[in-house]
């Protein structure tokens, strides 16, 4: 949820700051509206409040007269206006922030001033680390080595539950596991978090909390059940952030760090026919996620340190990879900034996105009311809440496997993920 306060108080800055997304005509209509609206509202307000205090007078003068035993009937139609203007304002009023509260549901976070103009075609390196391997030999895609070696079953997840749901197999599924663990273990033990197993499925409340409702639900890309109220997650930083909705916490406690292993769940409804080989684009796919509850004062540097503890796990797996910031109107609904983490895929020949790290500052903590109290006795303030994926796992598999691959057909398992795995190579069965 936006501020409505700093609306209030400068709207052509705020149309300014949206406007860098990219809809400057769509960001002037609804703030204006907004103004309107809100201008209305503590109109109404106003007026709602004067009537009241004029009703509770009226009523005592009242039953003044009554016990003096004189006439009251000019006042008691005097307080039966005041009750039907009353209820004509409290009308109007449940419209006008029904309609306001509609229109900032639909607004996007204003991107931070350090956010380059433009698109996708504006995103820039800010890093890299390592460098493309040189194979020696033609690459072959990661679904053609998957295959060869058993760990992918394309078809069978299509037979399943269709295109977008992939079935692993044999060293495919427990390498799935292995990453996960190891994910997990490196950001519990190293980094700080604490892991959670949380619900896969959520309210309309919690989806609204994070702001993929309404947009991402009337972008088509969720996965509803409309008779139950819920909807698959898309990401477990929808349930992670939400275990505080509501909630007011204590400076001593923060910051909070979270980390989630979950499956994830998206139509991609406006992604048709792009990269839908493998693993590049699925349905559902697997990711460990990390979320932080910070202070305002502390939310840009734990935005460096979020997005390195997920360069580390890629410099851990000796996957190449460089962090892009994102445009304006690249950087997504709820955030604020946006780096990305891309590695390098020869067998594909493409970078490929493996992790989003975003702050987005007070946004998230204001549509789902987290709230911290700085010092004892101080007014509270909105939470900062950042996410990150460390990592998302199919692009992660697929990196794998193509830069490890070796002529024979076998792939080399990176030296921090053998523990895991319990082998130091997948090779074919004889």
């Known amino acids: 949820m936006l501020d409505l306060r700093q609306i209030r108080q400068d709207p052509g800055g705020f149309r300014a700051a949206l406007a860098r997304r990219g809809d400057a005509e769509g960001t002037d209509a609804a703030?204006?509206?907004?103004?309107?609206?809100?201008?209305?509202?503590?109109?109404?307000?106003?007026?709602?409040?004067?009537?009241?205090?004029?009703?509770?007078?009226?009523s005592q003068q009242v039953a003044e007269r009554k016990r003096a035993k004189e006439s009251a009937d000019d006042l008691i139609a005097e307080v039966r206006q005041i009750g039907d203007r009353i209820r004509e304002i409290d009308a109007r009023l449940r419209e006008v922030e029904g309609e306001l509260e509609c229109i900032l549901l639909r607004l996007p976070n204003p991107v931070h001033e350090s956010v380059p103009e433009g698109g996708e075609e504006a995103n820039t390196v800010v890093r890299s680390w390592g460098e493309p391997k040189e194979l020696g030999f033609q690459p072959k895609p990661h679904w053609e080595i998957a295959q060869a070696l058993g760990m992918l079953d394309l078809a069978g997840g299509a037979r399943v539950a269709g295109s977008g749901f992939p079935a692993y197999r044999g060293m495919g599924a427990r390498l799935q596991r292995a990453l996960i663990n190891f994910f997990l273990d490196l950001h519990t033990q190293r980094h700080g978090y604490t892991e959670v197993e949380p619900p896969f499925l959520v309210t309309r409340d919690s989806m609204k909390g994070t702001g993929q409702y309404p947009k991402f639900v009337e972008d088509g890309d969720a996965y509803e059940l409309p008779g139950d109220g819920l909807y698959l997650i898309p990401t477990s930083e929808v349930p992670l952030v939400n275990l505080y909705r509501d909630q007011m916490l204590e400076a001593a406690e923060l910051p909070v760090a979270l980390t989630a292993y979950s499956p994830c769940f998206r139509r991609e409804a406006?992604?048709?026919?792009?990269?839908?080989?493998?693993?590049?684009?699925?349905?559902?796919?697997?990711?460990?996620?990390?979320?932080?509850?910070?202070?305002?004062?502390?939310?840009?540097?734990?935005?460096?340190?979020?997005?390195?503890?997920?360069?580390?796990?890629?410099?851990?797996?000796?996957?190449?990879?460089?962090?892009?910031?994102?445009?304006?109107?690249?950087?997504?609904?709820?955030?604020?900034?946006?780096?990305?983490?891309?590695?390098w895929a020869p067998g594909v020949?493409?970078?490929?996105?493996?992790?989003?790290?975003s702050?987005?500052?007070?946004?998230?903590?204001?549509?789902?009311?987290?709230?911290?109290?700085?010092?004892p006795g101080e007014k509270p303030e909105f939470v900062h809440t950042l996410n990150a994926s460390g990592l998302a796992l199919p692009r992660?598999?697929?990196?794998?496997?193509?830069?490890?691959?070796?002529?024979?057909g076998s792939v080399v398992v990176p030296e921090a993920l053998r523990p895991y795995l319990g082998v130091d190579r997948i090779a074919a069965a004889a």
């Open 396 to 408: 992660t598999v697929v990196a794998l496997l193509e830069t490890y691959q070796q002529p024979d």
């Open 349 to 357: 020949g493409k970078w490929l996105e493996v992790s989003s790290a």
């Open 31 to 58: 703030v204006g509206r907004i103004v309107e609206l809100d201008a209305e509202r503590r109109a109404l307000i106003g007026e709602g409040d004067e009537l009241k205090s004029r009703r509770n007078s009226a």
């Open 359 to 375: 702050n987005c500052v007070d946004f998230q903590g204001r549509r789902a009311n987290i709230r911290y109290r700085p010092a």
């Open 270 to 343: 406006g992604a048709a026919g792009k990269d839908t080989r493998g693993l590049l684009r699925l349905h559902q796919f697997d990711k460990v996620e990390m979320v932080r509850f910070e202070r305002a004062e502390e939310s840009w540097s734990a935005l460096e340190r979020i997005t390195g503890h997920a360069e580390e796990v890629l410099r851990l797996l000796g996957l190449p990879y460089r962090v892009l910031l994102l445009a304006a109107g690249d950087t997504g609904f709820g955030a604020a900034k946006t780096y990305d983490l891309e590695v």
